[in-house]
T-cell receptor, first 118, second 117 residues
Framework: GAVVSQHPSWVICKSGTSVKIECRSLDFQATTMFWYRQFPKQSLMLMATSNEGSKATYEQGVEKDKFLINHASLTLSTLTVTSAHPEDSSFYIC??????????????FGDGTRLSIL | AQTVTQSQPEMSVQEAETVTLSCTYDTSESDYYLFWYKQPPSRQMILVIRQEAYKQQNATENRFSVNFQKAAKSFSLKISDSQLGDAAMYFCAYRSGNQGGSEKLVFGKGTKLTVNP
């Protein structure tokens, strides 16, 4: 089955630093990738949708200057949390969907990244 | 806009028994997909089962089956012979199937399932 690798799985850093999270599709070409944020005991909240080679589409209320998304290739998307503060601490999950025959398949999720800002 | 509602924040079941998790959705689209995802404490998102709206037959995957009622916009998940490993958060999700439509998933708020030994 399709595999999506997300790295790192856990990161702790100081307030004010920037953190980059990578999402890779390992065995298929991901034309579209999605970034979610999940607070404890809550559902997944879609932050943005990124298509390879174009700018990400952010959901209402998500600061695009705070959460920079890059989808430069068909196998890699990155989320950079800029000048992170404690309120940015959360669980971030990516997912990917493919092109062609893959489009009818469900999204494939990474294992998530636990971000803790001190 | 599409919405997904899970009316049961928590459910519990005895091991080996059967439990049904509820999900309703609202959409004006005729072509769409519905999913149940499981999220154990590890927080991995695991696809449990998938249903295409154009298929009348209810999807089944081993001990997991759905009751898809398109007219009622209902999509419940039945877990038979519950096992301790089934304990998790379960999310119902909707995705448009229209050509050129959004691929994003719309999630319900989730149901926390506890399995008692």
């Amino acid at each position: 089955g399709a595999v999506v690798s997300q790295h790192p799985s856990w990161v702790i850093c100081k307030s004010g630093t920037s953190v980059k999270i990578e999402c890779r599709s390992l065995d298929f070409q991901a034309t579209t990738m999605f970034w979610y944020r999940q607070f404890p005991k809550q559902s997944l909240m879609l932050m943005a949708t990124s298509n390879e080679g174009s700018k990400a589409t952010y959901e209402q209320g998500v600061e695009k200057d705070k959460f920079l998304i890059n989808h430069a290739s068909l196998t890699l998307s990155t989320l950079t949390v800029t000048s992170a503060h404690p309120e940015d601490s959360s669980f971030y999950i990516c997912s990917a969907s493919g092109q062609g025959a893959w489009r009818s398949q469900p999204q494939h999720f990474g294992d998530g990244t636990r971000l803790s800002i001190l | 806009a599409q919405t997904v509602t899970q009316s049961q924040p928590e459910m519990s079941v005895q091991e080996a028994e059967t439990v049904t998790l509820s999900c309703t959705y609202d959409t004006s689209e005729s072509d769409y997909y519905l999913f149940w995802y499981k999220q154990p404490p590890s927080r991995q998102m695991i696809l449990v089962i998938r249903q295409e709206a154009y298929k009348q037959q209810n999807a089944t995957e081993n001990r997991f089956s759905v009751n898809f009622q398109k007219a009622a916009k209902s999509f419940s998940l039945k877990i038979s012979d519950s096992q301790l490993g089934d304990a998790a958060m379960y999310f119902c999700a909707y995705r448009s199937g229209n050509q050129g439509g959004s691929e994003k998933l719309v999630f319900g708020k989730g149901t926390k399932l506890t399995v008692n030994p």
